[in-house]
């Protein structure tokens, strides 16, 4: 049996839980030497035995055994049917978008990403693709968007940064009534939280760059398919594109994701116990966390988020977004500095592009950002609850 036939044993038809997937799956010892921990293969280029051979490794931007052993764990993790490894999650989002052709139409959630915001707003209407951006969370606006072409419903859940909750089975019967593709970027959450294909979705993207690299020590995407057509297409966006990752950050990738669950766990203690404080602060005048019971989408949130509803909490102080800045320059345990998911707390005040790049946000029609402009987003980490509490304390008090 060759390495790619014996990885095609896959660890989740024995029935193991996640935890023991994320550590087992698609990672037994090296056949070769009994090696514990994957190899690093780095060569771009592989040995043929005739041109035409048909050999599975020929080129490294086509397959390479490291990113092959990822993929085949974000496989199992997501509960797709294939993955594509990339660059960078910003690669990844691209390539789900290659899938469209000039002419086609797509609904996006209007609280998301800002890099997939310019994506929508400014790159896609000179291929001819336009966009309508919506809330989500109204099903009826969602029936009303649909035009002829509409082809795809891009969906993140929870959103970033206000941290809505979407309903994705309802989006999949929506968009399949209408032909159209479902993408979720599902980073906010992680395959530990929620699994987006049992809900329906065709397509689960990831920036693996946050939560499942979780050490900020690494840059790289992922998309991971419902069926086996969509899979090939992606893979196919992936060779011709060529953002593909190094064989280093896949193996890094695969040895943090092996503890994705135990990290998830503290990152989910922390941001419920740092959510419930902020919500008897006297300067905070909302707080935003799925795992609150007033949170408008908790109930949704329980059924679709089994794993738990992630580390991420956004909050509002009275004062705008020169109030935001004031605190999140005032942290000291959380740092001030873009993305999210790692074992260290961040914070980072959104709606500051507001100001930074006002013709940006004015791009993006009914934008709910402007509403919220002393919003601030917290990727809480793995430290001391006690220590993040009265870090944020301590910077709240400077209002």
């Known amino acids: 049996m060759t390495i790619h036939e014996e990885r095609q044993d896959r660890a989740s038809d024995r029935g193991w839980e ?57 496989t199992d993790l997501e509960h797709g049917v294939g993955a594509s490894a990339f660059g960078s999650g910003m690669a990844a989002v691209t390539a789900a978008l290659q899938l469209l052709s000039a002419g086609d139409h797509v609904i996006v959630g209007y609280d998301c990403y800002l890099s997939t915001y310019h994506l929508f707003a400014n790159d896609l209407p000179r291929y001819g ?82 939560y499942l690299g979780g050490h900020s020590d690494l840059l790289g995407g992922a998309v991971i398919a419902r069926t086996a057509e969509l899979a090939a297409r992606i893979t196919d966006r992936q060779y011709y594109l060529g953002a593909v990752p190094s064989p280093f950050d896949c193996w890094l990738l695969i040895r943090g994701m092996r503890t994705l669950g135990v990290r998830m766990r503290q990152h989910m203690e922390n941001a419920q116990a740092v959510a419930e404080w902020l919500c008897g602060h006297p300067k905070v005048t909302s707080v935003r966390y799925p795992g609150l019971p007033d949170h408008p989408g908790h109930a949704l949130a329980c059924r679709q988020m089994p ?8 909050f509002a102080v009275a004062g705008g977004s020169a109030a935001a800045r004031r605190v999140s320059e005032g942290t000291r345990v959380f740092q001030l500095a873009t993305s999210l998911g790692g074992v260290e707390s961040l914070i980072y005040p959104p709606t500051a592009w507001l100001e930074t790049d006002p013709a940006l946000m004015a791009q993006i029609p009914g934008s709910p950002w402007a509403q919220h402009p002393g919003l601030l987003r917290l990727s809480v980490g793995i430290e001391s609850a006690r220590d993040l509490i009265a870090d944020l304390d301590c910077a709240l008090a400077g209002l």
């Open 307 to 314: 794993g738990g509803f992630s580390g991420m909490v956004s």
């Open 129 to 210: 693709i336009t966009a309508d951006f919506v809330d989500l969370g109204d099903l009826a606006a969602v029936r009303r968007a649909l035009r002829p072409t509409t082809r795809m419903i891009w969906i993140e859940t929870p959103t970033n940064p206000l941290l809505d909750i979407v309903d994705l089975r309802e989006i999949a019967v929506i968009a399949g009534e209408a032909n159209a593709l479902t993408v979720v970027d599902n980073t906010f959450a992680s395959p530990y939280c929620q699994n987006p294909i049992d809900w329906g979705i065709d397509l689960v993207v990831h920036s693996t760059t946050k």
């Open 18 to 74: 996640l935890d023991t997937l994320l550590i087992h799956a698609n990672q037994g010892p090296d056949p070769q030497t009994g090696a514990i921990v994957p190899p690093i293969h780095p060569s771009s280029t592989f040995v043929r035995q005739r041109i035409d051979d048909d050999a599975h490794f020929r080129y490294a931007r086509g397959a390479n055994p490291t990113r092959e052993a990822l993929e085949a764990i974000l």
